[in-house]
């Protein structure tokens, strides 16, 4: 079975602070994604990587940055958290069939 | 992509088959039908994807008409774990970003 594996499922910050958000895949997969999921916005994507230190935009990267230094492990960075920025957060992986992606259990971040 | 329209919630007895139908009239001849589920605070969850033919794996069946234009998720037999949001997708294979866009979904509620 693959693994994706987020770092924290509940995480509270501070407006201002730099958040990292750790994404893990077990699976060999070359491609991940960081999404975020609000209520009635549904789910839209900030940013993918197809292969190590890659990194493409996706809709809106806006306030966010990645880094894939390695194949198993994608972070999302938030470096000055604002309360917009309140959200789940949701890590996927792939696998060569492109709508066969795999998401991790995600983690609620909430700005004060 | 084509869109697709669901119900918006169904019920279904614990023990009995759950039919999620799916709509995309549009769908050309390309594009794959994707389902997706959401369990309450977790990440979406693959289920399973087929392009003409029926499929069928260890979570479900997945029921395309001959025509395409609708097609239909059967849960053999549902469990309360199975209480989830159901997306269908369609989409064409081979984009880079391979991003997810789900709707709104059909809440599934099984009963006790």
């Known amino acids: 079975d693959v693994k994706v594996t987020q770092s924290s499922r509940y995480l509270v910050k501070r407006t201002g602070e730099k958040v990292f958000l750790e994404c893990v895949q077990d699976m060999d997969h070359e491609n991940m994604f960081w999404y975020r999921q609000d209520p009635g916005l549904g789910l839209r994507l900030i940013y993918f990587s197809y292969d190590v230190k890659m990194k493409e935009k996706g809709d809106i990267p806006e306030g966010y940055s990645v880094s894939r230094e390695k194949k198993e492990r994608f972070s999302l960075i938030l470096e000055s958290a604002s309360t917009n920025q309140t959200s789940m957060y949701l890590c996927?992986?792939?696998?060569?069939?492109?709508?066969?992606?795999?998401f991790g259990p995600g983690t609620r971040l909430t700005v004060t | 992509d084509a869109k697709t329209t669901q119900p918006t919630s169904m019920d279904c007895a614990e023990g009995r088959a759950a039919n999620l139908p799916c709509n995309h009239s549009?769908?050309?001849?390309?594009?794959?039908v994707y389902w997706y589920r959401q369990i309450h605070s977790q990440g979406p969850q693959y289920i399973i994807h087929?392009?003409?033919n029926n499929e069928t794996n260890e979570m479900a069946s997945l029921i395309i008409t001959e025509d395409r234009k609708s097609s239909t998720l059967i849960l053999p037999h549902a469990t309360l774990r199975d209480t989830a949001v159901y997306y269908c997708?369609?989409?064409?294979?081979?984009?880079?970003?391979?991003?997810?866009?789900f709707g709104k979904g059909t809440r599934l509620h099984i009963l006790p």
């Open positions: 087929g392009l003409k």
């Open positions: 996927a992986t792939r696998t060569g069939s492109p709508y066969e992606q795999y």
């Open positions: 549009t769908i050309s001849g390309n594009e794959y």
């Open positions: 997708i369609v989409r064409v294979e081979g984009n880079r970003d391979d991003k997810i866009i």
